[in-house]
């Protein structure tokens, strides 16, 4: 491995509440492909590069592997639990009244913790299916979004922070007109907003939307995702390393064009999260944003490349009557089945 990142030259974001955090973080979503000890692992080596930033989620099955690797690097005193800022969230199937602390307790447990930096409520809904199923899979108590359920889960989340087992809350796969409805009812306002962001579908209304109300952008798939599961891949997909701008900015740098599509995101002002279990690779792709930035003409290139093709769709989350994917994602700009 190459010898520890200078924590100095890694770009900061800045959280409403004046706190600062780092500019990338790395993804622990191993998608069916890596198993718990490869996620877990590279965890290891990624912190010892010099990542602070670790996004987990209770569904990813892998946060007790990821909290013995947390562990291990505090007795090597690698790095101490101040210098980390560690995320997780809450699955649909936690939703109900005290089911939510019993879940940030499970993460905590798993992740040898005492507490969590962030804690997401991972979908607005509490719409479940089983890891690892198929595109086609639906749960017949599946539900359209519900302002008042919702605010159940927050409520919750913010009891969270009242007691100390988490320092922020932050929301996911939400929508403008989702967010337009529970936003006001917040007594603790969300600090982030996990989104599905790369150069061919950069969500830009949402993504104004967010840095209007000073919630940080936090994308995910932001080299478009090439191990996400075979249920979320569409024949009409968008390759991002692909795009013709990406590409020519890479030829032009000398880098891999996901190295671009790093960079892009870094520079707009989001966070991205990328993942990967080897080691050349997370390593480049946090290094990539301490050096050798694109350009203004490079960065409004790949902004016109935008597609709109979102590549996480949800259709597994659809509840009986729905039409498609696209209701969960309010196209028609109001909430479907409120």
């Not at 010099?50 to 569904?59: H, K, M, N, Q, T």
């Not at 320092?167 to 599905?196: D, F, H, W």
């Not at 599509?261 to 279990?277: D, M």
Request: glycine share 6%; aromatic share 10%.
């Amino acid at each position: 491995m190459e010898r520890r990142i200078d924590q100095q030259k890694i770009p900061v974001r800045t959280l409403y509440t004046g706190e600062k955090i780092p500019c990338m973080g790395l993804g622990t979503f191993g998608s069916d492909k890596y198993s718990a000890d490869m996620v877990s692992e590279a965890i290891y080596g990624a912190i010892k590069y010099g990542y602070r930033l670790i996004d987990c989620a209770a569904v990813y099955q892998n946060e007790d592997k990821i909290g013995q690797v947390l562990q291990r690097l505090f007795e090597e005193k690698a790095v101490e639990r101040k210098e980390l800022f560690i995320t997780s969230k809450v699955w649909n199937d936690m939703h109900r009244e005290g089911q939510v602390k019993e879940s940030c307790k499970k993460s905590l447990l798993d992740l040898k913790l005492d507490y969590l930096d962030l804690y997401f409520v991972h979908w607005p809904f509490p719409n479940y299916h089983a890891p690892g199923c198929n595109g086609d899979a639906r749960n017949q108590d599946s539900k359209p979004f519900s302002v008042e359920e919702f605010m159940s889960v927050w409520h919750q989340c913010e009891e969270l922070v009242d007691e100390g087992l988490v320092r922020y809350i932050g929301m996911s796969n939400m929508t403008i007109p989702k967010l337009e409805a529970v936003l006001p009812l917040c007594r603790i306002q969300p600090v982030a907003l996990e989104m599905e962001l790369h150069p061919s579908f950069q969500q830009p209304e949402l993504f104004a939307y967010a840095k209007k109300h000073d919630i940080l952008p936090v994308g995910y798939c932001p080299i478009g995702s090439p191990s996400r599961p075979e249920r979320d891949r569409t024949a009409e997909d968008v390759v991002d390393t692909a795009l013709l701008a990406v590409r020519k900015a890479a030829e032009v740098h000398q880098v891999h064009p996901a190295v671009i599509c790093l960079k892009w995101a870094v520079q707009r002002g989001q966070v991205p999260i990328p993942f990967s279990v080897k080691e050349p690779q997370y390593i480049s792709n946090l290094k990539c944003v301490t050096e050798d930035p694109l350009t203004e003409e490079e960065m409004e290139a790949i902004r016109l490349e935008d597609k709109n093709c979102r590549l996480v769709k949800g259709q597994v989350f659809l509840w009986e009557g729905a039409k498609g994917w696209e209701d969960l994602w309010d196209l028609d700009g109001t909430i479907t089945g409120r």
